[in-house]
């Protein structure tokens, strides 16, 4: 196995076992949803474990291990301000519409959510605090529109009206801002592109 390959694979396994707290993470169901051999999954996990980043509870399962306690220090003393502006906006862009709001910020070639805010009105299957999905470069915004769409037929939602605005500065796409209402209301879109002016603003490094 090529050593680029490899880690993209022990990515999928950890971003996996991250995405699944709410589900068992049995090394055949990581297998299922990264789309690997269950023993290739059983070796990058124990290659994982081995360096503290996964770890097997009593009953089988996997979670993510203490190593990344202090990376996730690191990560907030680098990157808090952006988390900090990024949570706030949400919580605003949710209260002041009264419509589900997430956050989202970008993780390679992946958008991770960090933030939401939900209303009595949300759908079922909005996404978690920490899950990821992949998206392309040139279509990420509809990419995470379509993902929650699909996650809301699956879950047998009805179909909320979604907005996804980018966030950008430095002449790249570094988050997103997603809202979702049952209410179709054309002024939720002009209020999310302001909040996402507003982040990007704050969050460029010229004014952190």
């Known amino acids: 196995m090529q050593g680029a390959q490899l880690i993209q694979r022990a990515a999928a396994v950890i971003r996996a076992v991250a995405d699944d707290s709410?589900?068992?993470?049995?090394i055949a169901h990581l297998a299922r949803v990264t789309d690997l051999s269950e023993p290739t999954t059983s070796r990058i996990l124990s290659a994982l474990a081995d360096e503290g980043f996964v770890t097997r509870t009593p009953n089988g399962h996997w979670r993510l291990g203490p190593v990344w306690y202090p990376l996730a220090l690191a990560e907030e003393r680098e990157h808090g301000a952006f988390w900090g502006i990024l949570r706030h906006t949400t919580d605003e862009l949710s209260l002041s519409n009264n419509a589900t709001a997430l956050g989202w910020a970008r993780a390679g070639r992946h958008a991770m959510c960090a933030a939401r805010r939900l209303t009595l009105t949300s759908p079922h299957a909005v996404p978690r605090?920490?899950?990821?999905?992949?998206?392309n470069p040139e279509s990420s915004s509809s990419d995470i529109t379509s993902h929650m769409l699909s996650q809301a037929i699956?879950?047998?939602d009805s179909l909320p009206h979604i907005h996804t605005v980018p966030l950008t500065w430095?002449?790249?796409?570094?988050g997103w801002l997603s809202v979702a209402t049952y209410l179709p209301d054309d002024a939720l879109l002009h209020s999310a592109q302001e909040a996402a002016d507003h982040i990007s603003h704050l969050a460029n490094p010229v004014h952190l």
Do not use: K
């Open 22 to 26: 709410e589900q068992p993470t049995s």
């Open 129 to 135: 605090i920490g899950e990821s999905l992949p998206v």
């Open 154 to 156: 699956a879950r047998h």
């Open 170 to 174: 430095g002449g790249q796409t570094n």
